[in-house]
């Protein structure tokens, strides 16, 4: 139960505090006082989109804030907890602004959660209803979920177990047409991966082998340069020859020895002549080296460097075809190795997705079947409790058939069409609501079916925005009466414009204006005794202080009051 509602800057309202609380709440109040807004504000706080439009002149945000009486032990509270929010011991707050900016925040128990979970806690909260619900109401989809709302429970977890099977099954066949379709198409792919894999295998590439190459193939392109170079420097290090060259080692020995015969006579030469020994044993381990280097070098390096080439280029093809570098076509051949098997089994998987499928179409088949049971079941009684509701909303003689058919087709829902038609007076053909109803017929239909629904899908509170429109008279008397008994087991809350709907009021406010025609802080209020009774006349003949108005306004109550028993 909503206790009470807070708005600031939300429309032409300023600032104002709606005292709800259990019973029957009637809002009245002039054209264009703000009494739409009070309706938007409730929608903000159940996760309706927000409009950056609905914020007053000049305002920085509109901010809307909502207490609620839940059960703590409750489904509500625990999507709160599950929200990161919490109760006040019994009470719920819940809050929503919004920015110039469009921005959106809401607020659950004290925490800033998601709008969703707004809506979540709302349909769980609130039924709303208003004049685009009537229009609504003119839908097959409409019209079906009202049966599926009053067959309850039974209904609902047969639904839920069909939806599961139904979902279930244009996955797995949406999976298998798409092998279908693809079958040649993934066959080619095969054989192209087989060429790939046997290609790459053959050839046998190593990670790195291809940097190995180009650094052998360097080598091997410039034999001849590094021979003669290495057995020239080899020639000035170490001479093997016959002639009397001299060569770097020769030198140094000679150096040596003619330093040591004088090194007797100056010490300071010891260390000099150790160090050339040293340097002609360093040159003579180099003219090692370069012979050994030499003797390495590849007589027939030729024919490597062409083996060395013809490598290269097998691995580069493979490189063009298969990836960027080498490594992309190791890669690939791994992964093309998972695919082809893959693609192998396609076959297998076919045949497998055609059992599943198969299986669950039957199931679907099975569970529409009985949901189609369940549908007629709860058809008949919807609409002679509808038709009882009718009565009692000044349509004694109009009579509600609820038709299931079938369709051709099986859907998310099953596969059955339900229509709502209406015969509105007696020896009158029923007619879909969709063609053959009146504004003012559709309001009392929806307002019965509603009743009749809370039966077995119980809401805490309903809102009803001027469910009244196109009624009048004593019509507009038994909408206000079976309004009075549905506030006796829940919360009600009407948006209205005829006195003989607020007349069944518990509590009454009116939206105001001021004299600059803006609403302020105090234009919500909260009506008793003189007051009612001169809004009520004012909703009768327009006038405040007529005093035919004053006295048809308090007669009405008294009737109300005499009625409502």
């Known amino acids: ?52 439009s609905v914020l007053r002149r000049d305002a920085g945000a509109a901010v809307v804030e909502g207490h609620w009486l839940v059960d703590p032990s409750g489904p509500v509270a625990e999507r709160v907890r599950d929200a990161g929010g919490d109760l006040d011991g019994g009470e719920l707050i819940l809050g929503r602004s919004v920015s110039q900016e469009g921005r959106s925040r809401a607020v659950v128990g004290g925490r800033t959660a998601p709008v969703s979970v707004l809506n979540e806690i709302g349909q769980q909260l609130v039924v709303v209803h208003g004049q685009s619900d009537q229009v609504r109401l003119r839908s097959a989809t409409a019209q079906r979920e009202a049966l599926d709302r009053f067959a309850g429970q039974e209904l609902a977890i047969l639904l839920g177990d069909y939806q599961e099977t139904y979902r279930r099954w244009q996955t797995k066949q949406g999976e298998l047409d798409v092998l279908i379709a ?18 790459i295998e053959e050839a046998d590439p190593v990670r ?37 060259t001299a060569d770097v080692l020769a030198l140094l020995e000679t150096a040596r020895r003619r330093l040591e015969r004088v090194s007797e006579h100056d010490a300071a030469l010891t260390p000099i002549v150790e160090g050339i020994a040293e340097t002609s044993f360093a040159v003579s381990e180099l003219a090692g080296q370069l012979s050994s280097y030499l003797a390495g070098l590849d007589a027939d390096g030729a024919r490597e460097l062409e083996l060395v080439q013809e490598r290269r280029a097998s691995l580069a093809s493979l490189v063009r075809k ?40 039957v199931r ?22 509808v038709t009882a509701e009718l009565a009692a909303l000044a349509m004694p003689n109009a009579r509600l058939i609820v038709e299931v058919t079938d369709r051709q087709d099986y859907t998310l829902t099953g596969k059955d069409a339900v229509s709502l038609l209406l015969a509105p007076h007696q020896g009158a053909d029923p007619r879909p609501l969709g063609r053959g109803a009146s504004g003012g017929e559709l309001s009392r239909v929806m307002l019965a079916i509603e009743v009749v629904i809370a039966g077995s899908d119980p809401v805490p509170t309903f809102i009803f925005d001027e469910v009244d429109a196109g009624v009048g008279g004593a019509s507009a008397i038994e909408i206000g009466r079976r309004l ?32 600059g ?49």
């Open 364 to 385: 679907i088949v099975e569970l529409a079947e009985r949901l189609s049971e369940v549908r007629r079941g709860y058809a008949e009684s919807l609409a002679e409790r």
């Open 517 to 565: 025609g803006a609403v302020t802080a105090s234009s919500v209020r909260q009506l008793h005794g003189e007051e009612r009774i001169a809004e009520m006349a004012r909703l009768l003949s327009g006038l405040q202080d007529s005093e035919s108005g004053l006295q048809h306004a308090r007669e009405l109550i008294e009737t109300a009051r005499a009625l409502d028993v």
């Open 208 to 244: 790195g082998e291809d940097t190995e190459l180009a650094e052998r193939a360097e080598r091997l392109g410039n034999l001849e340069d590094l021979r003669l170079a290495a057995g020239q420097a080899h020639e000035m290090l170490s001479s093997e020859g016959l002639d009397e």
């Open 322 to 361: 298969y990836g960027q570098s080498l490594d992309d076509v190791i890669d690939y051949l791994d992964s093309g190795s998972t695919r082809l098997l893959e693609l192998d089994n396609d076959s297998d998987r076919s045949a497998a997705l055609a059992a599943e499928t198969e299986a669950d179409r």
């Open 182 to 199: 693809q079958r040649d198409l993934r066959l080619r792919e095969a054989e192209d991966l087989r060429i790939a894999m046997a290609e």
């Open 484 to 515: 009075a008994r549905l506030a006796r087991t829940a919360q009600v809350i009407v948006v209205t414009h005829l006195a003989q709907v607020a007349a069944f009021s518990t509590n009454h406010l009116t939206v105001v204006k001021d004299d």
């Open 1 to 52: 139960m909503i206790e009470e509602i807070s708005i600031r800057d939300l429309g032409v309202i300023g600032e104002a505090r709606l005292p709800l609380g259990p019973g029957f709440t009637a809002i009245t109040g002039e054209t264009g006082a703000g009494k739409t807004m009070v309706v938007t504000a409730l929608g903000l706080l159940l996760g309706d989109r927000a409009d950056s």
